[in-house]
């Protein structure tokens, strides 16, 4: 065993990370359920590329920017030396638990904050560009904020002095700024504004928001990167902040629509999650039940701005999470406790208005710049290879045109016949309209095969 | 020989199903539709963005029946499936040329 290594701290970490990661899978249905149902797959593929891409990233090069050693000693970005993780083995220690592990764990953050990104630019995004952006967020939006933040070099945390516990600017001003960047860059979905574009399976949206409270425990209480008392009052802290942004939520509902309903309980949880991310550290109990009200009752509110300015933020990654975190973030200053910061207090706690331009000017910062180093690689993508879909395969789906599947296959008419013992197809054949076989016509094809099914060449029409 | 068609409330499929029975009528086909008349649709809200939906879901329930059964057989319908409120849904009648029973071949009544 090496030294330094507290097997307790070590344990809770292990199981910390295994949380976060699976809030990113929780994240899809979340989002998944909130979309229509023909481009649903490509919602939760958005998140799913997201975990595999940004791992690859994050190893490669991402944690040694954001955690390696200071370049010059500006706390704005790490250097390169752990590139590929190299000089990082067992028995190398970041607090009392392997390194190894610290990097896995915020590796969880930076593939759930990328994925957050997807929700506002739902159902009209092209696949590929989406894979070659998330990559280069990570390295050049992610890591350099991560590093402002989290590293202990980082100017954010080290010369401002501004409190962060678990990633309130870091993933979620982050997040929506980045989002708000592409909803404007991508402009509206077709028919925003005049369609009604429901949800299609609320229940996946209630299964996801649980996944993600669930794993907000890790993401929350891992953040004391150990296990004590810091982790059990973050723990509880999030618990009290989820239940009164689910709360807050629904009161104002109740009294503006008329219904309480379950996607503003689950919109509302969330709210309250993401507001005490950056707090749980800092505030009391009390502090944290009314940091998540606060989410609760603003965001409601903040998820009908895009309706009236018109960028078509598609599942309210601005109105939640940008929202929230600002909301979080900035309350820390009247909140915080000495208690739990060991120094720092709020301004309710006698501790004047010192830290409030601290959390204002940590928000501002990773706001303008998250949007717009986002809105320039956005640019970059679209320049290269498009980045919106073609109308078609957007009004058609882009489960059908972009990955040759559907979500649901209802009713019992319009299978088509399977080819499965046929020769592979040419690769520009599409979903709806199979080509001839290689060795001659093909007896019995159905064209289209599914009644309804555009005969869409997938993903090969150059950029609109 | 008439077609009768009706589109109904769908909480009302299992009253007319059971109403036809009663009569004697061995077969009918359901399906499910959608559309609106004097009850319009309902509003739906999410995240605060009101929706409005002009389609309410009904089912459409046809019978063949032979020319004397037909005024029976509507009246029945219209007894099981009315609740008194708007959007009851519609019956009506045309007349069918022709039946034929694809297992045996017979046309006509016979047929139904």
Redesign the interface.
């Known amino acids: 065993m090496p030294t330094g290594i507290d097997t307790g701290d070590t344990a809770w970490l292990l199981a910390s990370t295994a949380l976060v990661l699976l809030m990113t899978p929780g994240l899809a249905l979340f989002y998944g359920g909130m979309v229509r149902t023909k481009s649903v797959l490509n919602m939760i593929m958005m998140s799913f590329a997201s975990i595999a891409v940004v791992t690859v990233v994050w190893l490669a090069a991402g944690y040694s920017l954001a955690f390696g050693p200071d370049l010059g000693g500006w706390g704005l970005l790490g250097g390169l030396e752990h590139a590929g993780l190299r000089g990082i083995g067992p028995a190398s220690v970041t607090g009392h638990v392997p390194t190894l592990l610290f990097a896995a764990f915020q590796l969880t953050f930076a593939v759930i904050t990328a994925a957050l990104i997807s929700g506002a630019v739902a159902d009209r995004a092209k696949f590929g560009s989406w894979v070659a952006f998330t990559a280069v967020w990570t390295l050049l939006v992610y890591a350099p904020v991560a590093h402002w933040v989290f590293s202990p070099d980082g100017w954010v945390l080290h010369r401002l002095g501004a409190l962060d516990f678990a990633g309130g600017t870091v993933v979620e001003v982050n997040c929506g700024a980045s989002g708000l960047a592409l909803a404007l860059l991508l402009g509206p979905r077709i028919g925003f504004r005049k369609e009604?574009m429901?949800?299609h399976s609320l229940p996946l949206v209630l299964l996801g928001a649980g996944l993600l409270w669930f794993g907000w425990f890790g993401f929350n209480g891992g953040s004391a990167l150990g296990a004590n008392g810091l982790a059990a009052a973050s723990l509880v802290n999030t618990q009290a902040a989820g239940c009164t942004g689910l709360l807050g939520w629904l009161a104002v509902?109740k009294r503006?629509?008329?219904?309480a309903?379950t996607?503003?309980a689950a919109?509302g949880a969330v709210a309250g999650l993401v507001a005490v991310t950056p707090a749980c550290g800092s505030v009391d109990v009390l502090g944290a039940l009314l940091i998540g009200l606060a989410a609760g009752v603003v965001c409601?509110?903040a998820?009908?701005w895009k309706?009236r300015l018109g960028y078509d933020d598609s599942l309210?990654v601005v109105?939640v999470h940008l929202v929230a975190g600002v909301i979080g973030t900035l309350l820390i200053g009247l909140f915080a406790v000495r208690a739990m910061t060991g120094g720092v207090e709020g301004l309710l706690h006698g501790g004047g208005f010192g830290q409030l331009p601290r959390q204002a000017a940590a928000v501002l910062a990773v706001g303008v710049y998250a949007f717009a180093a986002t809105y320039g690689i956005g640019k970059g993508v679209e320049r290269v290879m498009g980045f919106r879909a073609p109308a078609e395969h957007e009004t058609a789906g882009l489960d059908l045109a972009v990955h040759a599947e559907t979500a649901y296959d209802h009713g019992v008419l319009g299978h088509g016949t399977a080819q499965v013992a046929r020769p592979a197809r040419p690769v520009s054949a599409g979903p709806g309209r199979p080509g001839p076989a290689p060795d001659g016509p093909a007896p019995d094809d159905p064209a289209p095969a599914r009644p309804g099914a555009p005969a869409l060449q997938p993903d090969r029409t150059p950029p609109a | 020989m008439k077609l009768i068609t009706a589109v109904v409330k769908p909480f009302k499929l299992d009253d007319v199903k059971t109403a036809l029975q009663e009569l004697g009528v061995h077969g009918l086909t359901v399906t499910e539709a959608s559309g609106y008349g004097r009850q319009r649709g309902h509003t739906e809200v999410y995240r605060g963005a009101e929706y409005r939906i002009d389609l309410v879901p009904k089912v459409r329930i046809e019978v063949v029946v032979e020319d004397a059964d037909a005024e029976a057989v509507m009246e029945a319908v219209v007894a099981a499936a009315r609740t008194g409120r708007i959007g009851d849904g519609k019956v009506w009648s045309v007349p069918v040329d022709g039946v034929v029973r694809v297992r045996t071949g017979e046309r006509g009544p016979d047929a139904v």
């Open positions: 009604a429901r949800p509902e503006r629509d008329g219904h309903t996607l503003g919109s409601s509110y998820v009908g309706y309210d109105g």
